[in-house]
Structures are given as C-alpha cells and as structure tokens.
C-alpha cells in the first residue's frame, strides 16, 4: 500500500511568494491532518478534516495560512504571502477513524525554506 | 487535558546496550497511547500503540513499551540497540470525547547509538 503521499519533498521561496503544499491521503482514511515541525515548538497541529470538511482550525497561525480539502485524495495548504518565519517541515497524515486507537500514518514530509 | 512528558531529551546508549526512553502522560481518561519514530529527513512512523487489554504491548524492529496506569507511564524499551536505531522517538496520547482525534505529542527524545 501506498502511504501518505507529499509534494513537493523540498520548497525554497521568497519572502512574500504564495506557497502550495500537496497531499494524498492513504486511500481510505477519511480523516487529513496538517502538521509543522520546528525546533522551537516541536509538531504543531495546523488542521483536521474530517470527509473532507474542516473540523479544527485553531491551530492555522494566520490569515496567511489556508487549507482545502476537494476531495477524498488531495489537500492542498496554501502561504500567502510567505515569510521567513514559516521555515519548517510540514507533514500531512491520515486515519482512518473507524479504526480503535484512530493512529495517524505520517507524510515523508515538506521542508520549506523561506529567505 | 491530555500532556505528555518525555524525560531525557537526548539519550545515548551503547550498540548491543539497553535501550530505555521514558514517557508519563496526563489523561482524564482511559488513555491511548502511542510511540513514533522519526529518521532524519523523514516523517513519523508508528512503532506501538496501547488501546486496551495487555499492557505490553510489541512493535516493530524489536521495540515494546509497558503502560502502567498506576505510573501514568508508557516506557520504550529495546533489549539490544542497532546502530540503527539512532532516530528521534516521540511518545502521544489520543484526545478524549470531541477531541478524540487530537494526538498530543512529547517533545521527543533524541536516541544516540555509539559502535
């Protein structure tokens, strides 16, 4: 089976360029996670969907930040405009909430550079 | 609110040794944990997870970990490290009620393995 599914695996941008992250899901799981992974505040959950609506927002940082879910295999997460302070690694992972534990099955991952 | 606390940011430990990475968690519920490892460069991977029932519980690559509610603990533990082995390892509990798709993560250990 393929896992979950991310590009592109590196972005290097400018400050203030529109960034868009991809994801495929495992085929399947029903639920989409956004995370981001820095040193200073370790993994951070950006946003959930569940059948492809938004559930849990709350941790998108700003306005600048946005996330769609058009179906049940891709999601994308949007940074318009970009800053520097948005290097990190961006993960994607999906569940299947029907499974007992719900465990999540992680992305390879996204590393952005923003200069 | 869910915590996890993970004791010991940076362990090292000989190849052949034993290898213990410590994990306490805080749960107003019956708790579902779960053990992740991250290779450089690469996303998560689950190791193990609890649910219910035996509570120890057997992952991949020789890895186990013990939940003790009476501890609120949930220890890693391999009998002999491989050079291998040498990743970051992050310990998460599941939310509970409507937050139950929520992992809340340590900040993770950091296994060093010396030849």
């Known amino acids: 089976d393929a896992g979950v599914i991310q590009s592109p695996r590196h972005e290097v941008t400018e400050m203030g360029q529109e960034v868009t992250l991809r994801c495929k899901p495992i085929?399947?799981?029903?639920?989409l996670f956004w995370y981001r992974q820095t040193m200073m505040r370790g993994l951070e959950l950006l946003i959930y969907?569940?059948?492809?609506?938004?559930?849990?927002d709350s941790g998108m940082p700003e306005d600048r930040f946005s996330a769609k879910m058009p179906n049940a295999s891709f999601s994308t997460l949007k940074i318009q405009p970009s800053e520097p302070r948005d290097s990190a690694v961006y993960f994607c992972?999906?569940?299947?909430?029907?499974?007992?534990?719900?465990?999540?099955?992680f992305g390879p991952g996204t590393r952005l550079t923003v200069t | 609110a869910q915590s996890v606390t993970q004791l010991g940011s940076h362990v090292s430990v000989s190849e052949g040794a034993l290898v213990l990475l410590r994990c306490n968690y805080s749960?107003?519920?019956?708790?579902?944990l779960f053990w992740y490892v991250q290779y450089p460069n690469q996303g998560l991977q689950l190791l193990l997870k609890?649910?219910?029932?035996?509570?120890l519980v057997k992952g991949i690559n020789g890895f186990e970990a013990e939940f003790k509610k009476s501890e609120t603990s949930f220890h890693l533990t391999k009998p002999s490290a491989h050079m291998s082995d040498a990743a970051e390892y992050f310990c998460?509990?599941?939310?509970?009620?409507?937050?139950?798709?929520?992992?809340?993560f340590g900040k993770g250990t950091l296994l060093t393995v010396n030849p």
């Open positions: 992972a999906s569940s299947d909430p029907g499974a007992q534990a719900y465990e999540q099955y």
């Open positions: 085929s399947g799981h029903n639920s």
């Open positions: 969907f569940n059948n492809n609506v938004p559930i849990d």
């Open positions: 749960s107003s519920v019956p708790p579902y």
């Open positions: 609890y649910t219910t029932g035996a509570t």
């Open positions: 998460a509990v599941r939310g509970s009620g409507g937050s139950n798709y929520k992992l809340t």
